[in-house]
């Protein structure tokens, strides 16, 4: 994993201060000194007087938060360009709506070769029904046009965009008017993006990584594999990270490793591990995640991809390689397959040599106390995003419809994990939910289901600090002398300290607690603003003077 985007001096010194610095180093910290871009020193005021002669360059925070930088653990950047520089459905409101949207992009964008949209959901709309091909058809005026629901594990397809895809019909998941999923969804999204232009695809990929640096992101976790997007894209995307000033990219690639030769495969990639979407199942909205009882509104328990065999071989075989490995598993009975097949893999080679490799499970929402415990047992990293339970949670939401209010309330248990013990690594999943990090920590603290409810500052942790321990790297993530000088720079109010409930105080300023306070991330308070965000001592984003 590369520290470093385009050449800079590394022997820069840079002191800033005349703010709240936050780090465990001194909770009190209003200065920090950054060198040969790591963290040089953190402390008072007073004592950065004796530095302030000898720094290339003095910062005055004038009053601003400076914490360090945010990790997003779930990526898809080139889709989280296209949805930010094209046809993003995820605001419409009714299916009216977002077919107006339809035809607005048509008319806007008359050379494209396949119109690519994102975001429908349609639990949200009155309708309660997904566009049907032959208004989707209209919309289009005839047009080539994917058009994935939000969490990007089923589409709707125009009958141009069909045609494209000889074969279609006979492939598992084909319906003639309904979403798409399974196979035939893969075949119909690698014929829509195989009609992106190179240009098209770098020029996605600077505005996904540049939204991410202007909310304070300093790293993703680019989650990428053959069922999703292609070695291209891939290897393009890093190589672009690489060489451009910009958040560092992690590379994850999603496919089934069954020895050493396949190990190296996914070195060769660029990739630090088999893992992020090998899919052991879909998804709630689009009834593909897999369970172990039907869904409250359809007569069947999912899709199951990978069974506890399969999981087992994996796990074996990364171990072996030293090369990480991971699983998408949403429902009750994919994690059940997930956490069978690491446990048989441990059994083979060994429990020591399992945790010793921090394999990773992305998502885990329905999980039970014994999937918990095994989590904790075989050290994996649950790497879940908050913003889920805030679109879909509660009571009346999109989970509740789907599986009943009583299995709703059992998603996103992040309380219970945190008290077993098992890493947490925070992120978006963009574009199936936005960047925005400060709003998945609100999203964690202020779960829709308050006994899984997590402090503010735990949750800050999952999304700084546990997105590098779930890449194997626990010296980074927090501003203490040594770790890279990853940083951002905030506008905020005053700083407090958020407890998860009711039964303890919500928050307190005193300052004996010797614990760093953060912004008020109360429902309703408004979050911090990023005004520069620095990536292993280099400023790749700046906000404009207001």
């Not at 720094?55 to 945010?70: K, N, Q, S, W, Y």
């Not at 990270?241 to 690639?253: D, H, I, L, Q, S």
């Not at 913003?387 to 059992?410: N, P």
Request: contains cysteine; negative net charge; proline residues 6%.
């Amino acid at each position: 994993m590369s520290e470093s985007a385009a050449p800079q001096s590394e022997h820069r010194t840079v002191l800033l201060r005349g703010g709240e610095v936050h780090s465990p180093a001194d909770p009190f910290a209003t200065a920090m000194v950054v060198e040969r871009r790591h963290v040089a020193w953190v402390g008072s005021e007073g004592a950065a007087d004796a530095f302030a002669g000898g720094v290339d360059e003095v910062i005055d925070l004038e009053g601003a938060l400076v914490t360090p930088a945010f990790t997003d653990a779930h990526v898809h950047t080139t889709a989280t360009g296209l949805a930010l520089t094209g046809l993003d459905l995820s605001g419409a409101r009714t299916l009216a709506e977002a077919l107006g949207l339809v035809r607005k992009h048509s008319a806007a964008h008359p050379g494209d070769k396949v119109l690519l949209g994102h975001g429908w959901d349609a639990s949200r709309w009155p309708e309660q029904r997904p566009p049907s091909r032959a208004e989707l058809d209209e919309a289009a005026e005839g047009r080539p046009l994917y058009l994935p629901r939000i969490d990007v594990h089923s589409a709707m397809v125009t009958t141009a965009l069909l045609d494209l895809v000889p074969g279609v019909s006979g492939l598992t998941g084909y319906r003639p008017d309904a979403p798409l999923t399974a196979a035939a969804h893969h075949a119909v999204r690698s014929a829509a993006h195989g009609a992106i232009t190179s240009a098209q695809r770098a020029a996605a990929q600077r505005a996904a990584l540049a939204r991410a640096a202007s909310l304070g992101i300093g790293t993703v976790h680019e989650c990428a594999g053959p069922d999703i997007s292609d070695e291209d894209d891939f290897t393009s995307l890093l190589a672009l990270a690489g060489a451009e000033p910009g958040p560092r990219v992690v590379g994850y690639w999603a496919e089934q490793v069954a020895d050493a030769k396949d190990a190296r495969r996914i070195r060769e990639l660029g990739a630090i591990g088999a893992a992020g979407d090998l899919f052991v199942d879909g998804s709630l909205g689009s009834h593909t995640a897999c369970l172990h009882d039907p869904y409250d509104d359809a007569p069947h328990t999912g899709a199951a991809h990978l069974d506890t065999a399969a999981v087992a071989a994996h796990v074996t075989a990364c171990t072996e390689a030293g090369l990480q490995a991971g699983f998408h598993a949403i429902g009750d009975a994919a994690l059940t397959a997930v956490v069978d097949g690491v446990r048989a893999a441990a059994d083979t080679i060994g429990l020591a040599r399992v945790r010793a490799a921090r394999h990773r499970i992305e998502h885990a929402e329905m999980l039970t106390p014994e999937t918990i415990a095994a989590f904790a047992e075989f050290g994996l990293t649950a790497s879940v995003q908050p913003a889920f339970d805030a679109a879909w949670g509660g009571d009346s939401g999109m989970y509740a419809q789907r599986l009943g209010v009583e299995r709703a309330r059992t998603l996103n248990p992040y309380a219970a994990l945190v008290r077993a013990g098992v890493p947490l690594a925070f992120g978006s999943d963009s574009p199936v939910t936005p960047l925005d990090p400060w709003g998945a920590v609100r999203a964690a603290a202020f779960h829709r289901t308050p006994e899984h409810r997590i402090s503010a500052r735990a949750a800050f942790t999952a999304h700084t600090r546990g997105g590098w321990r779930a890449v194997g790297r626990d010296d980074a993530g927090v501003l203490v002398p040594g770790a890279p000088a990853d940083y951002a720079l905030w506008r905020t109010g005053k700083l407090v300290v958020q407890a998860p409930d009711d039964r303890v105080a919500r928050w307190s300023t005193d300052p004996r607690s010797g614990t760093p306070g953060l912004p008020d991330l109360s429902p309703g308070a408004e979050l911090p603003v990023c005004l520069r965000t620095v990536v292993f001592g280099q400023t790749v984003f700046e906000r404009p003077y207001e």
